[in-house]
């Protein structure tokens, strides 16, 4: 009964609202001093209303959202709301409106709309009714216009692959919806479609149109939907009835050994009948012999090997045809991981007594070696504890200085992430005495062209050891003429000497316990000059610097100019530009394209004539911002020599007779890549990782990325980096704790660029207290170090003072002793070791 009653009193209160609601309702008024606002599809948005009570006194009231509709202005109610009473959501709007928290600062009586429609678009009134009050005592109702903006979406695309014959008429309809109204692109293989005789774009942009398919119209042709909120694309692949074309090629893959792999090669053609081949590495699977068991080609053309072993790992690439047209093929790369595992055992290994010596481990591994384990005489060797001892990158033991007690049975054990295979087999390590040079060249040889050199080396061997094997090398590891030179026995003779003989050469005594080398400069006068070296550049948007250390002149006699040769790259011809005053080692090359590629190589020339080219360095210009016409380029010189120190010269362009100009600026031209994508910022423990996707589109003109970012102020290039097309991550090591980052990620191809979306990071408030905290710690550090360098100082100071006196007291005393006293170092082996290189690209990033 109390149920009943409940529900009773519940209707009479819904009545007594709808007939206060009626009576305030005085139709669409229109929409004077409306509040617009804009929301993005999928979002949510607030509709600020506040609540003004009758003499500032909290009463009672009803609160109703209605939405104008159809042309008449009719309103329909979407939200009503009374205390304690449930409350009533519109056809369509259920579970998307509600009423903001009263705690909130938008107003008791502000709605919130969420997962917005494109349907929502439209005006709104907010309607507050006092129960206690007359409708007509109190100003009531504030109209809302929402506009919703969508990104492109398609309704209508073309097949993606497009069978035709030459001659025919194709249609590619390419229609997109979205808010504002999308605008449509066309591309064939990235190149923006220009209609010509036969083809044109119709429709608004929607439809391009080929009455008449000719050969160069085959090819893949991208509609794409652009508007405010962002662009979508899609591609259509024409091609002429008959060849075979894969449909879904092959994937890398990554499998244990042990595992099945299957590579994919799904293939369509006109007519039908596609035969699939596969290689590996360019042989047919069939004929590599250690696949002949388990390898199988399966009727739907995929590529199954099981199981796979770790000479397995390599390219595989299938060919699909059906004797009509030229082969299709594609490729995917399978990496087969197993445990590590040695290789090779060598029964016997020899170290040089008193120089550096390296044990090898012979390992193989995939994935890469992690570390490798080492015992001595059947106990564990801890090389961490061994100051003479270090393990290399490659596992080997790398000994400094070689003493007896390095001698012994030894066995090494490789791990990688999947494991290991077990343990070498002992290696019986031998201390021997190195070979000696009982006869060495001369320092250097100068001779003249078309004159005879003979050079002399020996070496004798230690005690119970092979006597060396003496081989002549030159440094830049050039082979021999054998017509003009002879080795005989550790002797070289090379007769009618040339320029090209001019050089560096190693005499190189070798025998089982070690290699020692010693070198001899061969001068030939009377030569054109060699090439210069060290060629560096520096450019801006109009300019390139370039410096090079000279070459050897021809003598003493002969001195050497030089000329510059530079092209755009892609360029077949060269241009030259002779480099005045006589002597300079520095140009700068005025009125270069901006945004462009150049390839630069300097040659000298003296009195005998032209000599050898440089090296050739690439070079791009800085982005311009205005167009204008090619120039001609003109020089700006300097004389330095190769005893200088380079420092960056910043020189203003000049015209060909030396005056100041400002040339035009020109844009970047040139077919651009596709935007990157799914741009992220991540903190990781030394820094942020900024990390994107390469270009679903034209990915294959990308040549670099770099990054732009802004906190407040105009956009900037974080670092100046050109980051490499195969990276797609970025190491910044510092971002200012509390502020907000955009950034952006550029694909740059030769002579052009396109940017992905922005995306916004704010950085946590913490790491600002962690750069205080290290600038505090470091500048304690550098107060302590300040104070140990001054005692140093003045340490220092007095022990020269002292050998100062001690010297005066031994001039005057005339000691013999003085005379006598000499040292000479112990010689040094130097082995390099290998650098480690990180996951990510490390730089450092100190922003404003």
Request: proline share 7%; glycine share 8%.
């Amino acid at each position: 009964m109390g149920m009943h009653r409940g529900v009773h009193q519940h209707l009479a209160a819904v009545s007594i609202v709808a007939f206060f609601i009626a009576s305030v309702h005085r139709g669409w008024s229109g929409p004077q001093d409306a509040v617009h606002i804009t929301a993005i599809l999928g979002e949510s948005v607030v509709f600020n209303c506040p609540v003004d009570f009758p003499a500032d006194h909290a009463v009672p009231y009803v609160l109703q959202w209605e939405k104008k509709v159809g042309d008449t202005g009719e309103e329909i109610p979407i939200y009503i709301w009374y205390d304690s009473y449930p409350t009533h959501s519109g056809e369509g709007y259920e579970g998307r409106v509600s009423r903001v928290s009263p705690d909130s600062p938008y107003g008791l009586a502000s709605l919130n709309l969420t997962n917005i429609r494109e349907t929502d678009q439209g005006w709104y009134e907010c309607k507050v009714v006092f129960l206690n009050r007359s409708p007509n005592s109190h100003k009531n109702g504030t109209w809302f216009h929402l506009d919703v903006h969508a990104p492109p979406r398609f309704s209508v695309t073309p097949e993606e692959v497009i069978y035709v014959n030459v001659g025919d008429a194709i249609i590619l309809n390419c229609q997109a919806e979205g808010t504002p109204a999308p605008v449509i692109q066309w591309y064939k293989d990235a190149s923006p479609v220009q209609p010509a005789g036969t083809s044109g774009i119709f429709n608004d942009g929607t439809e391009l149109r080929i009455s008449n398919i000719r050969h160069e119209d085959i090819g893949d042709y991208t509609c794409i939907a652009k508007n405010g909120e962002g662009q979508i694309s899609h591609t259509a692949r024409v091609i002429i009835a008959g060849g075979a074309v894969i449909m879904v090629p092959p994937t890398n893959k990554t499998k244990l050994e042990g595992e099945k792999v299957q590579f994919s090669c799904e293939a369509k053609a006109l007519p039908g009948n596609v035969t699939v081949r596969w290689w590996k590495e360019g042989t047919p699977v069939k004929q590599v012999a250690s696949l002949d068991t388990r390898v199988t080609v399966r009727r739907d053309g995929s590529l199954v090997i099981n199981p796979v072993a770790a000479e397995d790992t390599g390219q595989y690439t299938c060919q699909v045809s059906n004797g009509i047209g030229d082969p299709q093929s594609a490729s995917a790369y399978l990496s087969v991981e197993y445990p590590a595992k040695v290789t090779f055992t060598p029964t016997v290994q020899y170290l040089p007594f008193r120089l550096g010596g390296v044990v090898q481990c012979y390992i193989k591994a995939n994935p890469p070696l992690q570390y490798v384990t080492w015992t001595k005489d059947k106990r564990l060797l801890e090389p961490y504890q061994t100051k003479d001892i270090v393990i290399m990158n490659n596992g080997s033991l790398l000994f400094t200085r070689v003493n007896q007690n390095h001698q012994g049975r030894y066995t090494c054990t490789p791990y990688n992430a999947q494991g290991t295979q077990g343990s070498s087999g002992q290696m019986e390590v031998l201390v021997r005495k190195p070979p000696v040079f009982t006869v060495e060249p001369e320092p250097m040889y100068q001779r003249k062209v078309g004159e005879t050199v003979e050079m002399h080396c020996d070496a004798q061997e230690a005690e119970g050891t092979e006597k060396p094997k003496i081989q002549w090398q030159r440094k830049d590891g050039q082979p021999f003429q054998r017509n003009r030179i002879r080795v005989t026995g550790g002797n070289i003779t090379i007769e009618s000497l040339r320029r090209t003989d001019f050089g560096y050469y190693h005499c190189v005594a070798s025998n089982e316990v070690a290699t020692i080398v010693t070198s001899t400069h061969l001068v030939v006068e009377g030569t054109q000059p060699h090439a210069p070296y060290n060629v560096t550049a520096n450019a801006n948007e109009t300019a390139a610097t370039l410096q090079w250390l000279p070459g050897y002149s021809g003598g003493p006699d002969y001195k050497q100019d030089y000329t510059i040769w530079y092209r755009e790259v892609g360029e077949s011809e060269w241009s030259t530009i002779p480099v005045t005053p006589s002597g300079s080692t520095q140009v700068t090359i005025n009125r270069l394209l901006p945004g462009t590629l150049y390839e630069f190589q300097v040659i000298g020339k003296n009195a005998l004539g032209d000599g050898m080219l440089s090296k050739v360095i690439t070079v791009q210009t800085l982005d311009g911002v205005a167009d204008g016409v090619k120039p001609k380029p003109t020089v700006t010189n300097v004389i330095i020599s190769p005893e200088d120190v380079y420092d960056n010269i910043v020189i203003f362009p000049t015209d060909a007779t030396g005056s100041t100009l400002i040339p035009p600026i020109f844009r970047p031209k040139g077919p651009k890549p596709g935007p990157p994508k799914n741009i992220s910022v991540t903190e990781i423990s030394n820094g942020f990782v900024i990390t994107w996707q390469a270009p679903t589109e034209r990915a294959n003109l990308v040549q670099y990325y770099t990054i732009k970012f802004r906190t407040d102020g105009p956009w900037k290039t974080l670092n100046k980096a050109q980051i490499r097309r195969e990276e797609t991550s970025y190491l910044v090591k510092s971002l200012v704790g509390g502020r907000t980052y955009h950034f952006r990620i550029l694909a740059n191809s030769v002579k052009s660029y396109e940017s992905s979306d922005e995306v916004k990071y704010v950085v946590p408030a913490r790491v600002k207290h962690k750069a205080i905290t290290a600038g505090v710690v470091g500048g304690f550090l550098f107060f302590i170090v300040a104070i140990i360098l001054s005692v140093c100082a003045v340490k220092i100071c007095n022990k020269r003072k002292r050998r100062k006196q001690e010297k005066e007291y031994n001039m005057v005393a005339c000691r013999i002793s003085d005379v006598r006293n000499g040292g000479q170092a112990a010689p040094v082996s130097q082995v390099p070791l290998k650098k480690v290189v990180g996951s990510y690209r490390d730089y450092s990033l100190d922003l404003p």
